[in-house]
């Protein structure tokens, strides 16, 4: 696509790595501020924000027609978008136990393998339709004006899904916004609904709908309601108040900083790895001779690929890196423990890229080929397990619910830094050490780097999780605290009674759990003439004073 502005051929490369660059630093800097807004705001609708924004620019960015017009996009890309940081931390709302967060954050590391096999493949696959099925889209000439817009639709229609499939179905996490009206989840259960098979139940449903509006139409308290009714109203306002947001200097923690250190680290180099190695690949192989070669240092060449056997090894890369996320990674942090598992792969990193290097003095070309396989294979496995991890010991590391949106924000700037930097760093080193015969150099550096993340990932301790930390569920819990509290509000006060029948409506978001969806509870508050005290059902109609 670069090729496609008219930049020449040898600027290619590095014009592609400005705009990756680009889009690394605009995230790194606005993560903060949408973990700051998911903590605030909720973490729905940070994540529904950046996943339209992002669905947006992937259509602008395929139609772009000059090189400034497709940086540009790209950093609005990265600016608009801070999605992985929170998604993270809604991970870590929903699962709580610690015996289980190896499974869950196993999730987007698997998601994200899946993407890096099929993302390359629908890009070559679907650009220059025109060129590629002329009988189909030959007379386009949209398609011949922008060449690489229908893959970028098509990705563009994968987010378009999702973001639907978030709005109707993906519950908010954060404390403090559990109970509010969602009417995205109301349209999802409506529609989920439409596909029920039994008439009967399907009526009753309805009926439960019907019964919910109104309670949340209806007026939690008449105007003339006596002391004792507001006193309940009070009881369950207290279940649902904001929580008043911490500091910034609650955010890091000795812990959490020493966390965030050792995730950058991990980012920087490991991303610098996977950006270098296909140029080391497409490099020509050079015959060693003693001119060119003084071992252990000197020596060049490379191995001499083509792009697309280049990106079949890369496909294969992320098939492993899938078979170990899902099969693997569980297993090894249930029986040894997620800071070892850590420690294991922050000590395996440094000698893999010592090692990758010397592969191309490999005379045979099947044992080279084999011992790249293998060097591949571990390194795999070092970030697959690495990454969750990190990730894992990063939000046990905090101190409460209420910064864990901020938290990962600053692991996704600093992420993003390591992520722009580290392959500007090694590109340079690459292609110093081609002129000077030392193609080993950017991986030393790498080892260096590696090297140097051990030191604060042997300072880590394993933490307790966030306090506060409560899952959907505990809804249960506040309900039956709540009547419990309601109870004993009306053993206390039942001498004081005015006489009128008092009807208290408990909202859906608080009932949900602990009162039968199809009935309604009128709760008689002294002796009155009509005897409401009684439990009407959905069949029934009711109303409430």
């Not at 992937?58 to 600016?79: E, H, K, N, V, Y």
């Not at 051990?454 to 930390?469: F, H, K, L, T, Y």
């Amino acid at each position: 696509m670069i090729a496609s502005f008219g930049v020449e051929r040898k600027e290619v490369a590095k014009w592609a790595g400005v705009t990756s660059s680009v889009f690394s630093l605009a995230q790194s800097v606005t993560a903060v501020p949408w973990g700051r807004a998911s903590d605030r705001f909720g973490r729905k609708p940070v994540i529904m924000v950046g996943l339209l924004c992002t669905m947006i620019c992937f259509l602008i960015w395929g139609m772009s027609s000059s090189l400034p017009m497709a940086i540009t996009i790209r950093a609005i890309q990265g600016a608009s978008n801070g999605n992985v940081g929170i998604i993270r931390t809604m991970v870590a709302e929903m699962v709580t136990e610690r015996e289980l967060q190896p499974k869950a954050f196993s999730v987007m590391p698997l998601v994200w393998s899946v993407g890096s096999v099929f993302g390359p493949a629908f890009g070559g696959l679907f650009a220059k339709p025109a060129d590629q099925w002329p009988g189909v889209f030959g007379n386009s000439k949209f398609f011949k004006e922008y060449p690489f817009a229908f893959p970028n639709m098509i990705g563009a229609f994968f987010f378009l899904v999702s973001l639907t499939t978030g709005v109707l179905f993906l519950k908010e996490t954060l404390q403090s916004k559990r109970h509010s009206r969602d009417w995205g989840l109301v349209l999802g259960e409506r529609i989920k609904e439409v596909f029920k098979d039994h008439p009967h139940k399907r009526a009753q449903r309805l009926r439960r709908y019907s019964i919910q509006d109104a309670e949340v139409t209806a007026p939690l308290l008449s105007g003339d309601a006596p002391l004792k009714t507001t006193a309940k109203a009070a009881i369950i306002a207290g279940k649902v108040e904001k929580t008043k947001p911490l500091p910034m200097s609650a955010i890091f923690s000795r812990q959490s900083v020493i966390n965030l250190v050792s995730y950058t680290f991990l980012a920087l180099h490991s991303v610098a790895f996977d950006q270098v190695l296909p140029v080391f690949l497409n490099y020509p192989p050079i015959a060693h001779t003693p001119e060119n070669t003084s071992l252990p240092f000197r020596f060049t060449g490379g191995f001499g690929l083509t792009h697309a056997r280049i990106g079949t090894i890369f496909a294969g890369y992320g098939i492993v890196s899938g078979l170990i996320q899902f099969l693997l990674f569980p297993i090894f942090c249930a029986r040894f423990g997620v800071l070892n598992c850590f420690k294991a792969c922050v000590i395996t990193f440094p000698f893999v890229y010592i090692v990758t290097p010397y592969t191309v003095l490999i005379e045979d070309a099947t044992t080279r080929y084999a011992a790249l396989c293998v060097i591949l294979v571990v390194k795999s496995f070092a970030v697959i397990v690495g990454f969750p991890c990190t990730t894992i010991l990063l939000t046990n590391s905090a101190s409460s619910l209420s910064i864990l949106g901020t938290l990962n924000g600053f692991a996704t700037t600093f992420s993003a830094l390591g992520r722009a930097s580290g392959p500007a760093l090694t590109g340079f080193a690459f292609t110093w050490g081609v002129k000077h015969d030392v193609i080993s150099l950017p991986w030393w550096i790498l080892a260096s780097i590696a090297a140097m993340g051990i030191v604060p990932a042997w300072m880590i301790v394993e933490g307790d999780g966030p306090s506060g930390a409560a899952s959907p569920d505990d809804s249960e819990d506040e309900d039956t605290e709540v009547d419990d509290e309601i109870a004993m509000t009306d053993d206390e006060g039942d001498d004081n009674l005015l006489g009128a029948s008092q009807t208290t409506i408990v909202p859906d978001a608080l009932s949900e759990d602990t009162v039968e969806p199809d009935d309604t509870l009128f709760k008689s508050s002294g002796p009155s003439s009509n005897n409401y005290g009684t439990l009407a059902h959905g069949n029934s109609p009711s109303h409430a004073s």
